[in-house]
């Protein structure tokens, strides 16, 4: 193998390696937004979830207070 086969071999190893990267970094911004759209998902299930649970909380409370059975209990 002549030197210009080892400066040409190193050289293409390099651009490939540089391309790999390249996408590695797009693919790691895609996973960064992907995790912001999942952690505003999260906050935003989690405040109807509480919200759900305040509402039957309020619902089985109130049915104490009146004498009548819970929800879902008979």
Do not use: C, T
Request: charged share 30%; proline share 1%.
């Amino acid at each position: 193998m002549s030197s210009f086969d080892r400066i040409y071999s190193g050289l293409k190893a390099v651009m490939l390696m540089n391309d790999r990267f390249d996408r590695v970094d797009k693919e790691l911004s895609a996973l960064g937004d992907d995790l912001e759209l999942l952690s505003r998902s999260h906050v935003e299930l989690a405040q109807r979830v509480a919200s759900i649970e305040g509402f039957l909380h309020g619902r089985a409370s109130r049915a104490v207070r009146l004498g009548q059975p819970e929800i879902g209990h008979d």
